[in-house]
């Protein structure tokens, strides 16, 4: 027994104009599987006792399942699979290979077996065959998904989901709760704690690709973006990995998640006027390719909107600004701050506040480092803890999106600096790169 199924376009070959389907390069695993599998069932309903439920029959009877030459001609077929070794190698280095192969295999067959009469009991049906072994053969062959699940501790959504891109942000049920994330029957755990407060939403992402430094670094830069559009930062603390049913090691992942700079314990809230801005902020996000200098500049205002502590958040966001504004570690102040006020600046009042503002952040970011006065630096430049905290995150955040806005009309990090710069003495520069650096909502 053979399916055919059909891939991609090149598995449609045309003759005299009439399409012919080729059968699938794995057909052979197929018919295999399918014999090994009828003849499997058979014996273990021979055996069944309506004591016991399938787990307990096939635990007890796996062996003699496996002396079935059926199932033996599967072993021998599935040890024909170039990309099944190659799969197999990068899950384990085993001192005998050979042997270590052989036990993975079996608890292919083993889950086969289980997962079939799990949904299906003894009984062999064509369809339900091909049900779980189209699974198995997409996990062989590399096309099975990973599903990627990250408990959010301080977002909120007016909708109970909402999808942006190829990432879902939805409520978590009860259900996936209790099988996915609590190690104990409790409302909710360290990984769900947040000063007594159960998370209740996730971040979901699905990959075939089951890297999870990757799949983090994907997640963490979605809720960089919720931080730069909602000024609030987004924490995650666990990524879960739900593996396909025939992965051979165990049926979920998890990595832990650090947070930097501690637990912060506002809320951010994505409205149902925010989902459709916030999309098309975050399609802009995503295509665009970002230089390191900007890479940099995100990472640093997110570590800023994290810091409990101000002198932490004005270096980190000072930081920020550098990284966009700065062609090298020499420039001086009055250059980058002059580049910030062009950019932003309506009029000329407002350009001469701006770059006062920003040298005066430096001034302050100096005091920090040298562990002076803070207080008699306020008093200084005329302004508060306060004041300085929010008009200092605006400009960070803005800055953020104007350069992204400039990379999206074509602009790379030297010809944004070149700009600004020639716009010092030409107006109609300086009104072109503001009227590209604007996010039209």
Known sequence: MSYGIIHSSNDLD??????????????????????????GLKLLQSRQNNQKDAATIIHENFDDVMKLQEVQDLLQEMENIAELTSRIKKLITPNDEKATRRQIENLFIRKFFAEFTKQFGFLFADINFSKIYTELEDYIYGNANYRFLAPVFNLNLEEESTTINDIIIRHITDQEFEEFFARSRQWYDSRFDFYNTRAEFLVETISKDYDMDKQEERIQNFLHTIGIFKLEPVQIRDLTCILPTFYPVELRSRKGIITRRGVYRTFSILSKSDIPKFRKFYSMYDRIEKPKQLQNAIKRFNYGLESLNFEDMV???????????????????????????????????????LRNFIKNMYKLRSTIVHGDDLNQAFRKIHTTENRIKNKLTVIARDSIIAYLCLIDNGLNSDKIIDYLDTSISNKPVREQIQQKAFFKT
């Open 315 to 353: 270096i980190d966001f000072m930081i920020s600004l550098e990284s966009l504004f700065s062609k090298s570690d020499g420039e001086i102040t009055h250059k980058i701050s002059i580049r910030i006020a062009l950019l932003f600046g309506q009029n000329e009042f407002d350009t001469e506040c």
């Open 14 to 39: 045309k003759f005299d104009g009439i399409p012919i389907i080729q059968l699938n390069i794995n057909s052979e695993l197929n018919s295999k599987c399918e014999q090994g599998i009828i003849e």
